[in-house]
């Protein structure tokens, strides 16, 4: 419950900044998809070298980046004229809070 509670919370709270800044956030699509290129690179290399402490690691820098994917698409949402847009927008949102859901998740269940 904590982390459904944590992930509605963190999604609203950066998905109300993103909405309603009137500071552009394109600029940061380029940087986040390279981001989480990064992240998963980091990921699989957790795999197979052992890292201490590489699972938070993983999932901090992860909610960091979607944190920012939730604003920026957010903004996308607020901005866009274009009805055909929506199935995309809103696949992306929902892939963002799918993703703080799993990053929460991890780093509530560690031991």
Known sequence: MRVLAGAVIFVAGCGAYGYATSRDLSSWARTLFWALLALIVFGIVTI???IPNGALIYSILGLVIFAGFTMYDFQRL???QDIRAAPLL?????LDVLNVFLLLLSLFNRN
């Open 48 to 50: 197979f070298v052992r």
């Open 78 to 80: 607020r901005r866009t």
């Open 90 to 94: 809103a696949a992306s949102i929902f």
